[in-house]
């Protein structure tokens, strides 16, 4: 090795930053990242300043999606949302005083253990889920398609990052501890007053007591072929682990399938694990199959979350709260 690669080699093991192996990341490395760690520039895997922000973000219900190491738009809507909130101007980037506002030089549990369980071994999932309702209608459960596929959503991770801590492993047998992004959420039940669901952001808004925002969400809301509705509704009701009616009359064209079809439950229906009924008929609030996708798609005028900010949202409201849609 010269001179000049044994320096590299040296910084790039200062910063905490060297990957045991191609794509690898350590808890270490995400648990201990600080301020003078962050990358102007992006990077091809996951970046521990990055993923660390996620998890501390997210641990606010200002949630940035998918937790993924990348410097993406829900990240940045999400970094903006926690720079109002803190009265710290405005802007989707974290400058020091955002980071030590958001507790990033002294958390260190960001990143976590967790013990694969015989629950977890023994899920039934299915080999692939056929984009054709028609298909989806015959199959008993639109379960995950894979373990990673799982345990993602359980943490509120891409597979990408899941992958890059656990490097080699496979998910599928109870035993190991593996390492996930802990981002977990403590707020209270029914606190939700009012819902903006803002259409030129992206983003749904939930309101308490006195106006505090509660959380925030990246959400997609309509498109210009099947606009979300104007105007303020309420919530009518909750389902949790719902079924899907397609009527193709009343909602939209899929495909070539012209008959109503009801799809069975699943994280990977066209709702998620998720549907918050609005007084508007055929409208609603849901989760989704796709979460990497929330924001950065469009929808059949519904609005649509990750299924785990679906599920904290229901958790959050009552039937009679109020959703106002926001140009």
């Known amino acids: 090795m010269n001179s000049a690669s044994l320096r590299i080699a040296i910084v790039v093991t200062a910063l ?22 962050r990358r102007l520039e992006p990077q091809a895997g996951p970046d521990p300043f990055i993923v660390k922000a996620q998890v501390l973000l997210s641990r606010r219900s200002i949630s940035p999606g998918v937790i993924d190491g990348g410097d993406g738009e829900n990240f940045r809507k999400a970094v903006a949302q926690f720079r109002r909130q803190e009265k710290l101007g405005e802007g989707g980037e974290i400058d020091a005083l955002t980071w030590l ?5 002294t958390a260190t549990d960001v990143v976590a253990e967790y013990k694969l369980s015989e629950k977890d071994a023994a899920y039934d999932f299915t080999d692939e889920i056929p984009r054709d309702y028609a298909k989806q209608a015959k199959m008993k ?42 981002a977990k959420r403590s707020l209270e039940k029914g606190s939700a007053l009012r819902i ?13 007591a006195g106006d505090q925002v509660l959380a925030s969400y990246p959400a997609t809301i309509g498109s210009q072929n099947t606009p979300s509705p104007s105007g303020e509704h309420t919530i009518e009701r909750i389902a949790r682990n719902p079924n899907y009616t397609y009527n193709p009359e ?26 918050i009924a609005l007084s ?42 109020f959703v106002r849609f926001i140009d």
Not at 147 to 173: D, I, Q, T, V, Y
Not at 302 to 321: F, I, Q, Y
């Open 101 to 105: 506002t958001l507790g990033g030089e």
């Open 16 to 37: 905490g930053f060297g990957a045991p192996s191609s794509g690898a990341l350590t808890a270490d490395q995400i648990n201990g990242a600080l301020f003078t760690d």
């Open 280 to 321: 508007k008929p055929t409208f609603g609030i849901h989760g989704t199959p796709e979460p990497s996708q929330v924001s950065k798609t469009t929808s059949h005028g519904c609005v649509r979350l990750t299924n785990w900010d679906a599920e904290e949202l229901a958790d959050l409201v009552k039937p009679g709260v």
């Open 141 to 182: 459960r639109l379960s995950y398609t894979s373990p990673g596929e799982m345990l993602g959503e359980r943490f509120h991770m891409s597979e990408k990052l899941l992958n890059a801590l656990n490097p080699g492993e496979a998910f599928s047998e109870a035993g190991p501890v593996i390492l996930v992004a802990s």
């Open 196 to 208: 903006d669901a803002v259409k030129s952001s992206g983003m749904v808004l939930v309101y308490g």
């Open 250 to 275: 009343k909602n939209f064209q899929q495909g070539k399938n012209t008959e109503t079809l009801v799809l069975p439950p699943g994280p990977n229906g066209p709702v998620g694990t998720v549907w």
